[in-house]
């Protein structure tokens, strides 16, 4: 959660608050929320609903995701949320999912980037945006990006930008990790859920086509716990410091680097491991797995690791909003 008051084309946070809860976990067995993970979503909620009414809030959206499209008991979830802490959750499908995944990252594209690619490493899915700006005057990409709408696939925007394809896989770090949790050895199950990843891929354009990039001009931008950190691992931080990894960039030859430390270090290692930290440590190599894919599949110079996501994205889509209203 992200409290904030708009500051002209920004906002300053007033509060924030963050929790794992591992909603999705168990889903890909019942196909079902289970009580334990309701559970502890709804007492982070209740945490998130104290500070709202703290700070007097007025505009708000409270959004659900993938776990939540998926699980057949999220209606009752979402009731179980709204008795006890009288919050209203609104579960959005994967193509605002993606456009909010993309505003929150439009501030860390660079101007000389032509071509995007905008990752988002969930808990339940994964969404990937490819995002041509060549016809963009440089001055104007961020702009665009701010306004881009995926349903738009194909054609260009009043900016000139294109969402050349957008997908998103129904596998984030929890339930991939899920799905092959009863294989033994690191390796072997680290393997199989980046070719798992990779299969989920066929129908997205840019993978079908394996669009051809020149790496002066192309820029991934990643937003996600797995990659901040990945972020942090390669800063060796002992303790997190969200100015630091917030638009740091790094190589595919250094990421890979860093994951491939993880895989040395073995489960008990990673445990150990305080950069990693104890709410990421079970999840780090699923997020992992999914990032090797994309960089193997893609590799560039400019892994834009972005400590920002759908709140940020909802926070700007907000204050756009507002905006027209009061105009």
């Not at 992200?2 to 019942?30: M, N, Q, W």
């Not at 945490?47 to 499209?69: F, G, P, W």
């Not at 999914?290 to 590799?299: A, D, V």
Request: proline share 3%; aromatic share 6%.
């Amino acid at each position: 959660m992200l409290i904030a008051k708009p500051l002209k084309d920004r906002f300053k946070i007033i509060d924030s608050f963050s929790k794992s809860v591992k909603l999705g976990s168990g889903l890909e067995e019942t196909q079902n929320l289970s009580n334990g993970a309701m559970r502890r979503a709804i007492s982070a909620l209740k945490i998130c609903q104290r500070k709202l009414d703290y700070h007097n809030v007025s505009h708000m959206r409270l959004i659900a995701t993938e776990a939540c499209r998926r699980a057949k008991n999220s209606k009752q979830f979402i009731l179980e949320v709204k008795r006890n802490t009288g919050l209203s959750l609104e579960i959005i499908p994967p193509s605002e999912e993606a456009r909010l995944a993309v505003i929150s990252c439009a501030p860390l594209v660079n101007t000389t980037s032509e071509q995007i690619l905008v990752i988002d490493i969930g808990g339940g899915s994964t969404e990937l945006i490819w995002v041509n700006l060549r016809n963009v005057e440089p001055c104007f990409r961020k702009k665009a990006l701010f306004e881009i709408k995926p349903k738009l696939k194909g054609k260009s925007d009043n900016y000139g930008a294109e969402v050349v394809d957008w997908i998103s896989v129904p596998l984030g770090v929890v339930t991939l990790k899920d799905q092959y949790k009863d294989v033994d050895g690191d390796s072997a199950q680290f393997a199989l859920m980046a070719c798992h990843f990779e299969e989920c891929l066929s129908t997205f354009k840019p993978y079908k086509e394996l669009l051809d990039q020149k790496s002066d001009y192309f820029q991934i931008i990643g937003t996600s716990g797995t990659i901040t950190t990945i972020g942090a691992s390669f800063l060796n931080l002992k303790k997190y410091d969200r100015n630091l990894v917030d638009g740091l960039e790094m190589s595919t030859a250094q990421v890979l680097t860093v994951i491939q430390n993880y895989l040395n270090s073995g489960p008990i290692g990673r445990a150990d491991d305080k950069t990693i930290g104890k709410d990421r440590q079970e999840l780090i190599m699923s997020g992992a797995a999914i990032l090797q894919t994309l960089l193997r599949l893609w590799p560039t110079n400019r892994l834009s690791i972005a400590d920002r996501g759908l709140r940020e994205g909802l926070l700007f889509s907000l204050i756009a909003k507002n905006k027209m209203v009061d105009a």
